[in-house]
Antibody
Framework: QVQLEQSGSEVKKPGASVKVSCRAS????????ISWVRQAPGQGLEWMGW????????NYAQSVRDRVTMTTETSTSTAYMELRSLRSDDTAVYYC??????????WGQGSLVTVSS | DIQMTQSPSSLSASVGDRVTITCQAS??????LNWYQQKPGKAPELLIF???NLEAGVTSRFTGRGSGTDFTLTISNLQPEDVATYYC??????????FGPGTKVDI
């Protein structure tokens, strides 16, 4: 079945970087976009950006544009989201989601990133 | 940028009730709206896409309506498994997506 499997929890210090992975299975990876969404503790969903695995083209939300890089590795059907210069307010669960005709139809299980000194 | 609002922010209802959640866009987004359900501790799941189309496998107790700036999600015959937070999401302002703040539904 169609699945997105994310990497595990991470604890990082302020100023560090984190790279979260999202491995796709059960479908042709290059046929769908991958979007990243985060959710701070007790808060709502925040869209961070998306990438086309076919073209490599990306679009980022203004709030993270200067600190985020989204990439894909088509040989392993894996998407990555790297966030730099981490701050305490980056503590959140990070989700990847498959983009199908402009809706997010399959989600990963989430990866908790904790930023703490 | 397009701003999304939802009302109410939370509600409590009884099993069997009909519940309606409203989502409003700051400008005309035509029918470019999706609805997601997020149960506690879980990833969100797609319920409705393009304002009114039910995602495969989702119960027909969920109905989406609206266009332009005003949208609704209605849950008929509310069940215990519907306890969740519901989010609308616009995609008219591509390549950017925007989520609403969410509506928490309790029983």
């Amino acid at each position: 079945q169609v699945q997105l499997e994310q990497s595990g929890s991470e604890v990082k210090k302020p100023g560090a970087s984190v790279k979260v992975s999202c491995r796709a299975s059960g479908y042709t990876f290059t046929n769908y976009g991958i979007s990243w969404v985060r959710q701070a503790p007790g808060q709502g969903l925040e869209w961070m950006g998306w990438i086309s695995p076919y073209t490599g083209k990306t679009n980022y939300a203004q709030s993270v544009r200067d600190r985020v890089t989204m990439t894909t590795e088509t040989s392993t059907s894996t998407a990555y989201m790297e966030l730099r210069s981490l701050r305490s307010d980056d503590t959140a669960v990070y989700y990847c989601a498959r983009v199908s005709l402009l809706h997010f139809d399959v989600w990963g299980q989430g990866s908790l990133v904790t930023v703490s000194s | 940028d397009i701003q999304m609002t939802q009302s109410p922010s939370s509600l409590s209802a009884s099993v069997g009730d009909r519940v309606t959640i409203t989502c409003q866009a700051s400008q005309d987004i035509r029918k470019s709206l999706n609805w997601y359900q997020q149960k506690p501790g879980k990833a969100p799941e797609l319920l409705i896409f393009d304002a009114s189309n039910l995602e495969a496998g989702v119960t027909s107790r969920f109905t989406g309506r609206g266009s332009g700036t005003d949208f609704t999600l209605t849950i008929s015959n509310l069940q215990p498994e519907d306890v969740a937070t519901y989010y609308c999401q616009q995609y008219d302002n591509l390549p950017l997506f925007t989520f609403g703040p969410g509506t928490k539904v309790d029983i």
